[in-house]
Nanobody, 117 residues
């Protein structure tokens, strides 16, 4: 049962922008901290940004000031607005829903983002 579905990935030039979307359910958004992670080839998965059900956001150091995470509860969707993209942002981006240590995290299947000229 797929509960998180990412979309919006693609090829973009350096300096460009892209918006990723993660379709979830309202129940998940209201009870989980939502996040975006990414994994480049040969590297470990790293956190990009998170947003709590109260709207508190946090960002990885490498994306601060360039990326913005947001939620639209009416659409049950989490967004990642990415600006000033760099080649090192190239990775598969995954949507995550985290409720706490007692629960299993939910993951989407990922969407590829490639930044290249």
């Amino acid at each position: 049962q797929v509960q998180l579905v990412e979309s919006g990935g693609g090829l973009v030039h350096p300096g460009g922008s892209l918006r990723l979307s993660c379709a979830a359910s309202r129940i998940i958004l209201n009870s989980h901290t939502m996040g975006w992670f990414r994994q480049a080839p040969g590297q470990e998965r790293e956190v990009v940004a998170t947003i709590t059900s109260d709207g508190v956001t946090n960002y990885g150091d490498s994306v601060k000031g360039r990326f913005a995470i947001s939620e639209d509860n009416a659409k049950s969707t989490v967004y990642l607005q990415m600006s000033s993209l760099k080649p090192e942002d190239t990775a598969v981006y995954y949507c995550n829903a985290h409720r706490g240590a007692r629960y299993t995290d939910l993951w989407g299947r990922g969407t590829q983002v490639t930044v290249s000229s």
